[in-house]
């Protein structure tokens, strides 16, 4: 009689589950003094840039033959821009939740965070070192943006049980989410490349990680200094 073999098991999803690719937006357009980013009650909301609008056919290549049951945005262009191929060629109509907008940054919206940071101002600096958005002045607090980001995955586990989905979202959204996850640091996960994927799952009482930062479709449309917001 042969003997009996036990092998290691592929990862399935727990049944009632939902799967959900995470996609940052692809790059968007630089900020200038002379032409800031349009807001959206109160979020800087620039469009893509060329390179961002190729990414966003790449990601579009790589998911096409996935799964979806549905695609998700936030309120903001950049989101809508980037899944719009992948929309167009799976013929889904995306889905728009304003809870999976970026960080609200207060008083350096309109493209002003993207200047600070270049020129290393005292207050980036603290807001990096002690891991809080609030150190901007009139920015969101990283309790509230968890506090929104947990009800919109929520709702999407409810619709979508034992589905995967993808959900177009920002830098500060992802590293929010796969930091509820994992409990890291709360910008441990910052800086996922525009474009790329991560992979969580959704469970009643959990998110699981399955990856992150995957940017393999992206070839060579990386550029050294990926922002980590906006």
């Not at 999976?100 to 207060?106: A, D, H, I, M, Q």
Request: charged share 25%; aromatic share 6%.
């Amino acid at each position: 009689m042969a003997q009996q073999e036990y092998r290691q098991p592929r990862f399935a999803p727990p049944p009632g589950s939902t799967e959900v690719l995470l996609v940052r937006h692809g790059e968007s357009r630089a900020a200038t003094a002379d032409n800031p980013f349009p807001l959206v009650d109160g979020h800087g909301d620039p469009e893509l840039h060329p390179n961002g609008r190729v990414q966003a056919r790449l990601v579009a290549e790589r998911l096409r033959l996935e799964p979806l049951a549905a695609i998700y945005v936030s309120n903001l262009r950049r989101t809508a821009e980037t899944a719009e191929p992948l929309a167009h060629h799976l013929g889904l109509q995306p889905k728009v939740d304003a809870a999976l907008r970026e960080v609200c940054l207060g008083d350096w919206e309109g493209g002003l965070f993207r200047v600070k940071a270049h020129e290393q101002d005292p207050v980036y600096l603290r807001m990096q070192a002690e891991e809080r958005w609030d150190i901007i002045p009139n920015a969101e607090p990283n309790e509230v943006l968890s506090a929104r980001l947990e009800a919109a995955l929520q709702r999407m586990r409810q619709a979508h049980p034992d589905s995967r989905i993808a959900a177009f979202v920002h830098g500060g959204v992802i590293a929010n989410i796969l930091h509820m996850a994992t409990g890291s640091r709360p910008f441990a996960f910052t800086g996922a490349a525009n474009g790329s994927i991560s992979h969580i799952v959704l469970l009643e009482d959990r998110i699981m990680v399955r990856s992150f930062n995957d940017c393999a479709h992206l070839a060579d449309t990386i550029v050294p200094g990926d922002s980590q917001l906006t």
